[in-house]
């Protein structure tokens, strides 16, 4: 069980690409992408907290905390601060919540890496491919987080990381790790997802 740091799951708001569903709520094999994502990080993590900004939408997952964004419209980038600011453990990992494959060896290489360097912000890198929502951020960018969103930036993730003191997590290029990191996009993925068992 990995104590020092707690899972975030970034719940997101509705897509039009999914008739206004919200993604996490999407149902493959038979159970929602949270509920697969939560399967697998039940066993990994003893803090689980959903960032939304609709919790009613997770009234099956009440048992779990539930936050939400204090810097509103700022995407993804609002929902870490939210995270930081809410979490007891000593660091995040953040995931996106439209990630119906995740893998628990590869969160599980991440968590051990983190601990072996204490780094501000551990992100997993295929080449030159990096995956900022499948990420271990430490609690102490909080405020410069916060002095970010409250200025006048660009809040992608991707731009805001620039800022700060980065490593990365070198993987290997294939089909698993690659796996790992699939996000639900477009209803083609979906179909896609379904030919592929939960990783828990």
Request: charged content about 20%; glycine content about 6%; hydrophobic content about 40%.
């Amino acid at each position: 069980m990995i104590n020092n740091i707690s899972a975030i799951i970034l719940a997101g708001g509705a897509n039009t690409r999914f008739n206004g569903i919200i993604k996490s709520n999407i149902v493959i094999n038979g159970k929602t992408i949270i509920s697969g994502i939560l399967s697998v990080l039940k066993n990994l993590f003893s803090e689980i907290i959903i960032v939304t900004n609709t919790p009613e939408e997770f009234d099956a997952h009440k048992n779990h905390k539930m936050v939400s964004d204090q810097f509103l419209k700022a995407g993804p980038l609002g929902g870490i601060h939210a995270a930081l600011k809410a979490a007891s453990g000593e660091a995040v990992f953040v995931l996106a919540g439209d990630m119906p494959l995740l893998d628990k060896d590869v969160i599980l290489k991440q968590a051990d890496h983190y601990n072996s360097i204490k780094c501000d912000i551990l992100i997993p890198r295929i080449n030159d491919s990096i995956e900022p929502l499948h990420a271990i951020y430490n609690t102490t960018i909080t405020n410069s987080l916060e002095e970010y969103l409250a200025g006048k930036h660009n809040y992608a993730v991707r731009e805001f990381i620039k800022t700060q003191n980065v490593s990365y997590l070198q993987l290997d290029e294939n089909e698993v790790n690659k796996r790992a990191f699939t996000n639900i996009n477009s209803p083609s993925d979906i179909s896609a997802s379904r030919k592929n068992p939960w990783s828990d």
